[in-house]
Every structure is written in C-alpha cells, then in structure tokens.
C-alpha cells in the first residue's frame, strides 16, 4: 500500500521508498543534534567515534576497520553519541518537585529525554521521591543490606555496555560476595547462540572477521535488521553486492537496510549513483519458519549432489570436508530427505521453488557467509536452528576459509566481551584455580541465576536485591504483569546509571539510583584519564578513551562505583587492590590478561593497535573443541520453532516484536520509524491485508492483543493501532518493549533460556479504547 495515510492525531504511515542511508540518514543526525541540545564541540567529537585514538560507538558491536572512514558512524550510532552527550541535566531540583508515583506516569522517552543523572540518589519513602546522598552513605547502606543478606538471594545484572574493564570487576565482585547470580542482557540476546555454537563447532561466538566480507561469494543473512541495529555493516554489504555477490535475505518484513542502500558520508553517491540493491533475493517467510527453510535448502543440495559429478570442481556437497572435518552427517542428511516437502513449504511459508533459487545460488558459491540476528535467537527451538543452518554451512565446507563462516550479530557494543571476561552464571566457564591463585577468590560452586530465572525467583520472593550495571530491566524482561509487583517487594533495588528510566521508578524498600560516567566522557583517575576496551562482534578488542567533559562533577566511573560496592559488600573476600585497580585501569587489563592469557596475553600492548587485536577462534583453523573433536552436524527435532500453538487454532496468530529505527532497546529516541515509514506512534500493530479482513477489522482501528495461551495468568496490550503492512498472513508485528507484557516468562528458547520474544502466539480483537492514553510529561 504505497500512499500516505493519517490515522489518527498522532500516527501518519508514508511508505518509504528511499534507500536506507542517503539524505534521510543526514537530516535525522542534524535533528538528533537539536534535540539533545549538543554544542558545536559536541558534534565534532563524532568525528572520534570509532577511531584507535577515539571512543568505541555505545550503540551496537559491529566490528571496526583497522583503517576507518573519515566518519566512522551511522545515523544510529550519530543518535546514541548526541542522547549520551546531550546538555540536559536531570539534578536533584528535578526530582525536588516530583513524586515517584508522578514520574510513573512518564513514557520511556521522555524519561531518559530529560537527560543526564548527576547526583546518586535515594528513594524517600515518607515524601515517596528521590533525594540527593553522599556517595559514603550511599555505599554503606547497600553494603550493609548485601551483607546481612544470604548471598544467594542477590543479583547482580549487566546490561552489555559495561567496559571489559569493569565487567571483569563486576563477575570478581559478585563472586567474592559468594554467588554466580550474573545475568545480562545476553540472556535476552545471543545466549541462544552461545548455546548452539559450541555444540556445533566448539566455540561460543562467530568465526567471520570484517576481512571475510572481501572474500565472500554469497552472504545468507537471516533474521537481523542491518538498517536499523548495524548500519555501519551496511558498507560492508554495499561493497560486496557491488562486487556482485549475491545476498539472499530470509526475513518475514521487508527491512529497508536489506533492500537498497545509499552511503550517507559519499554527497557524490547520494547525488548522481542510483542506490545499491542489496538483497539479491528476499524470502518472506514466515516467522519461526527458518529451520523449514534451511531444511528445504539442504534437502535441494542432496538432490542436486545426487545428479552432479561426485567430486572434482562441480561437487555439491564438499565430501573431503565433511569426513575430515565433521560428525553426524549421514543422521543428518537422511532427515533432510526425509522430511515432506509439503511440511517445509506450511512451516516455512516459502514455495519449493524459492528453496531451490537459494539453493542454486548457494551450491555455485566458493565461500559463503552465515549472517543472522534475533530473528533466530528469540525462539523456542532458536538453539537447533542456529545449528541447522550451522549444518548448511558444513555440507558445502562453508567454516575456515576466507570469506565463509557463521556471522552472528551481537547487541550491545560489549556483551560478546563481558562473557568473555566472567559475566555469566554458568561457574564452569570461569577459571575458579586462577580466581583463587590471583585474587584469593573462593569461586562459589552453584549454578547462578540468569536474567529468566532471575525473574522467576523475584517473582517467588527468593532474591531480595537486585544490583544493576546499566539496563533497564523491568522494560526489557518478559512478563510485566508479574515482575513489576514483585519488584516492588525487593528489599534493596540498585541502579547504575546515566539516565533515568523506568526500573528506577519500580523501586524496592530501600532504593539508589548511582549515576555513572558515560563512555564517551573523559575517566579522571589518580594516574590520569583513563581508556576502556571492549569486544566487537567478531572477536576483536578496541581500545576507548573519553573524549568530551563529564555531565556533573559528581558523576564516578563504572569502575569506581563497581570497587566501592565490593569494598563495602564484601570486605576482606579477596586480595583484590580495588583502590589501586581503580587508579589505573592498566592494571585491570594486566589482571584480565593473568585471567585470561590466550585471549588477553600482552593486553596493553596490543590494544592500541589500529583495528585492535583479535581474540583466537579455534573453529576459523578448522580446530573443533567439541565432544566429538569435530564439528557436529546436529538434526533438529522440529521444523516448528513456536510449539507453544496448535497450528489449527486459527484465530491464532504469531507476534514478533521487533526495534524501530527510532530506538536503541528500551531507549526511545523519538516516537518516528523511518524505515518503516511509521510515524508519530509505537502504539501500533503491523497486519497483513488477509489478516485485517479476517477478523473484520480495518486500518487505523484500535485492537486490544492477549496472548493465546491458557495458564490463568491475562496477558493484553490494548489500544494498539493497526498498520496495514507487508507481513506474511498469520504474523503480525508490534514494538518493543511496549508488547512485553504479552511475552509469558516460560515462553522461551529451550537450552538458552533467551524469551521467545519473535513468536508470541497472540489473538487480535477490537478495542474499546479509541487509541493509547497519551503519557503527559512536563518536559
Ligand atoms: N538502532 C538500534 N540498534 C540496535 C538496537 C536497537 O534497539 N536499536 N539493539 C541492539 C541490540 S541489544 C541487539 S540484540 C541488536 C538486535 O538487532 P536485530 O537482530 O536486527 O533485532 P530485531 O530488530 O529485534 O529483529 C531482527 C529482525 O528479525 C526479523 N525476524 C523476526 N522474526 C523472524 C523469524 O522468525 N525469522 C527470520 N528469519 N527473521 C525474523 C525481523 O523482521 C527483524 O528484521 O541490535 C543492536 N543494535
Ligand atoms: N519483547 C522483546 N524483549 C526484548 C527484546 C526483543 O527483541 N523483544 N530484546 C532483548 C535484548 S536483545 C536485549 S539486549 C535487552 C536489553 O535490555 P537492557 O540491556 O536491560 O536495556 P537497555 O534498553 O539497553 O538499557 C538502557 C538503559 O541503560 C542505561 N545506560 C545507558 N548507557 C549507560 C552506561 O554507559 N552505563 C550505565 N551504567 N548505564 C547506561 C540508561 O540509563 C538506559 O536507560 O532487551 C531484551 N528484551
Ligand atoms: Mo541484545
């Protein structure tokens, strides 16, 4: 439907037709410069983002080239540099006139919108507001509160923005406090992939490097919205097509970045080139549909082997590879053939014919890449797609050679390194003789919490304290109905942060926000200012220095907040100098390196090199660390990732709740998705024409979703708007975090335990709200 429609006082739908970058990308950064308010010297700090001497992006991980673009940024990493250095102030005069319980009433947006936190704070619960406290008194109740709990029922969170710095320091604290309970947002991310890799190819994370993308043949990108949540690998698929590799795209919506792209730092380009296509072919399956379809892409490449020469140039399978190199393939490909190409076709929403186009293109392809995001991680059987496409990938020898591999995208600019460097439940991925022998650490033996489990025992009354390191996890979580009550009863709620949002505001008994240094600002210490590192999404460590003055003079840097807690939570616990860590983050890197010597050997050193160093991956030499000592071809028990719905239940339909391009997570940086041509509303529902008409409803009508399971608990959003758009019948799509409550807290991938957040099995009905309450805020 390609008109522009108003449908209602906020929302207005105009179908974008541009290429993603282009002019559009330029006026939205000349915008986020007025509306965050940065001056002039702001906005030529842009100009150090990503570069060795400069700061890393705190948007999202894509890698960085050893030799960057003049503007190494996109409009979206442009957005979170402006919302981090915005010159709005929330102080303690901010808080002097606003209760609790008013803030409340504010939508995400304008919570963060009101812009940086500069005094900790602690929640007053005669006057129910946030009052300003010394940074001392502030330190001594939480360690006094953690220390009068039993260690168990504390939990420690990571959002995946912390340096590898001080997230080292944090897993060190937690466990010298005496427990493993270190979820992180990767729980909610990647985790389905650091469950799946290992057991395919024995190592957690992807094996392509920026470099793969110059030696590529064909690209199969699944599930990931470059436009939007990696703009900046746009350039590396922009080259590529240009080369001619085809890019064959699986993806129930038409994502503008997987279409076309105009590079927004070339005025030439923008001016006389016409865009660059970018998918060479676009496969709108249905969500959930993957595993069918790379079921039916293998079962065509058995076919085609089975007429071809058996060896030699043409050879369809790599036959040599495969018996060097793998296990389990002759399991494998009698269940590929083996499965009815009716059910590929129902479960994938994809013809025959489709399969056998990719197939073609993907058997004449020397080396091929693997790229995918959370359209496979955030599903029930997310693991056993990740290794079905792992297997596809094995037929043909697709690991371990220039230009192939797995190519998973991480989120948060940090969260593939803080696993890296200890934050994770699971005690049996952390050196417990080297915490011991370098810093007297006792590792606490039990399994910890990660961020599902840690809901559940919120939930049932076990944790009593929650510590934050950045997030915002009440928005970000699964099942609000349930979570937020029992928030509320937590004895002590703990926030590091630099703006304000929701989580803040659904306090425990005793609670602090701990406002924090941002990256991009200058880190004064005793030796002087201070670089942080962190690691890419291909395995490669960059250093960062802050570059711009920090917001207030009172702000302390994650690490000094993270020494000071454990200074006072868990005293003479370790041998740890907290207070000289703190005064030189080298030494930090030194200890990391101790920890961690195969990845970490000669930190300092090596990190100031351009393009950073990367860390080993033992499957990109073909070295398989798995049980079988080879790499695994694992047959997947379904085609079906969402086996919560019986397929009959016709009213039924699939929920995927997704990014805007106007948000980075629970940050919302404006109500507008470009992209999408989507303006003006989050409140909105995207439908399928069929999907209208069947349950007689109609464009720009107000809908109330629930969500279509039966376990007593009453899951509704209500008041979303309905857009009609191009969705494959049977899905639909909503925002979020606005449809969580939806999300039920068991409804996720088996193994990894990430929620299920892009298969919701949801009926639609008509609303009796015209449209969502507007959220009235002062600001
Ligand atoms: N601007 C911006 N950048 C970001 C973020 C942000 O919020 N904003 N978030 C950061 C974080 S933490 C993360 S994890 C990443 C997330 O980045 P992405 O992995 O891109 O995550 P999403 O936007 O949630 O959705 C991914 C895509 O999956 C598609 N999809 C949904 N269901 C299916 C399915 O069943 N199969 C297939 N093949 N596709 C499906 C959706 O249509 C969507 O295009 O981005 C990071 N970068
Ligand atoms: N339904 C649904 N739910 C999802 C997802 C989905 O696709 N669908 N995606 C999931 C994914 S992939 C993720 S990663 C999670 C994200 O979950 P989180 O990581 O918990 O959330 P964010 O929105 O990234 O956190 C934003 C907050 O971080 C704070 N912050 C920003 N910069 C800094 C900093 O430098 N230091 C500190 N200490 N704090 C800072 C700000 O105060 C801001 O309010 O959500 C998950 N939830
Ligand atoms: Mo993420």
Known sequence: MARTRKLGPDLEVKPNTDAAGGWGSVKSLVKSLGRDHVPFSGSRVLLKQNKTDGFMCVSCAWAKPADPRVFEFCEN?????????????????????????????????????????THPMRWDRATDKYVPVEWETAFDEIGRELRALNPESAVFYTSGRASLETAFMYGLFARAYGNNNLPDS????????????PESIGVPVGTCTLDDFSHTDCILFFGQNVGTSSPRMLHELQEAAKRGVPIITFNPLRERGLVEFVNPQSPGEMLIEPATRISSQYHQLKAGGDTAAIMGIAKVLLDLDEHAPPTGENSVLDTEFISEHTHGFEAFKAAAKATEWTQIESRSGLTRGALEATAAVYAHAKSVMFIYGMGLTQHKKGVETIQTLVNLALMRGNIGRPGAGICPVRGHSNVQGQRTVGITEKPEQVPADKLKQLFGIEMPKDKGFNTVEACEKIIDGRVRAIVLLGGNLVRAVPEHRLVEPAWRKLRLTVQILTKLNRTALVHGEISYILPCLGRIEIDQQESGPQAVSMEDSTGCMHGSRGQVKPASPHLLSEAKIVAELAKHAAPSRSTIPWDEWVSDYSKVRDAIAATYPDIF????ARLWKPGGFHRPIDARKRKWNTETGKANFIVPTSLSTDIDVAPDERDVVQLITLRSNGQFNTTVYSYDDRFRGIYGSRHVVLMHSNDIARFGLAEGQAVCLTTAVDDGVERKVDGLQIVEYDIPAGCIAGYFPECNPLLPLWHYAEKSKTPAAKSIPVRVAASSQMRPHKIPSSN
């Not at 389905?192 to 890799?197: E, H, K, R």
């Not at 050997?601 to 300092?604: G, L």
């Open 601 to 604: 050997h000669d930190f300092n």
């Open 186 to 197: 990767s729980n909610m991310c990647h985790e389905t992939t650091s469950v799946a890799l």
């Open 77 to 117: 990493g442009a957005k979170a540099t402006t919302w981090e250095i915005t010159s709005k102030r929330v102080t303690p005069d901010f808080f002097a006139d606003k209760t609790v319980s008013d803030l409340e009433k504010w939508d995400d947006h304008h919570l963060e919108a009101a812009g940086r936190l």
